[in-house]
T-cell receptor
Framework: GAGVSQTPSNKVTEKGKYVELRCDPI?????LYWYRQSLGQGPEFLIY????????DSGLPNDRFFAVRPEGSVSTLKIQRTERGDSAVYLC???????????FGSGTRLTVV | DQQVKQNSPSLSVQEGRISILNCDYT??????FLWYKKYPAEGPTFLIS?????DKNEDGRFTVFLNKSAKHLSLHIVPSQPGDSAVYFC??????????????FGKGTKLSVKP
């Protein structure tokens, strides 16, 4: 597509529930990134994929968070047993071969109530 | 402890004047720096970057200056336009040109350009 698409744009879930956030990167971009932006903060790195594999998952806060990119294009960020502190905007970005001029999507605003 | 600091949460400038946004960093291993611009309800948009081997990079109305000894960089916008009103994020990385994706972002500075 023309840009990075993230769905849903908004998600409200109850504490303890499981959620999946989807990212559709720009066609042909091999690198895909997930960031999280809490209120009043800058984006915080979560995980980086090069192709199908997670090249760097050092930013995932704990084992409740997991991400996949099985075919090297669409990625899904999965959060188990959600907590109120998980509430944030989850941003996905992609780039060609991992250069830094990422293109970000508009994000998914997750609210855990 | 924050490795990338933007100490001014907001900045207000008159249209046509210069906007100067500042950023400080603590990690001397950072070798690549970027500025992103963000409008409400949109993702950040890449604006301009600079590698540590340079001290200045210019792109139209936007210039980024890097002072490695002071661990400081700044973004100059001249002349400022109302459409420049947005939140500006400074970001840094240890892996210039490489395929490492980890950017460290500051908290952002909200720029308001008044007509």
């Amino acid at each position: 597509g023309a840009g990075v698409s993230q769905t849903p744009s908004n998600k409200v879930t109850e504490k303890g529930k499981y959620v999946e956030l989807r990212c559709d990167p720009i066609s042909g971009h091999t690198a895909l990134y997930w960031y999280r932006q809490s209120l009043g903060q800058g984006p915080e790195f979560l995980i980086y994929f090069q192709g199908t594999g997670a090249a760097d998952d050092s930013g995932l806060p704990n084992d409740r968070f997991f991400a996949v990119r099985p075919e090297g294009s669409v990625s899904t960020l999965k959060i188990q047993r959600t907590e109120r502190g998980d509430s944030a905007v989850y941003l996905c970005a992609s780039s060609l071969q991992g250069n830094y001029g990422y293109t970000f999507g508009s994000g998914t605003r997750l609210t855990v109530v | 402890d924050q490795q990338v600091k933007q100490n001014s949460p907001s900045l207000s400038v008159q249209e046509g004047r210069i906007s100067i946004l500042n950023c400080d960093y603590t990690n001397s291993m950072f070798d690549y720096f970027l500025w992103y611009k963000k409008y409400p309800a949109e993702g950040p948009t890449f604006l301009i970057s600079i590698s540590s081997i340079k001290d200045k990079n210019e792109d139209g109305r936007f210039t980024v200056f890097l002072n490695k000894s002071a661990k400081h960089l700044s973004l100059h916008i001249v002349p400022s336009q109302p459409g420049d009103s947005a939140v500006y994020f400074c970001a840094a990385s240890e892996n210039y040109g490489g395929s490492q994706g980890n950017l460290i972002f500051g908290k952002g500075t909200k720029l308001s350009v008044k007509p």
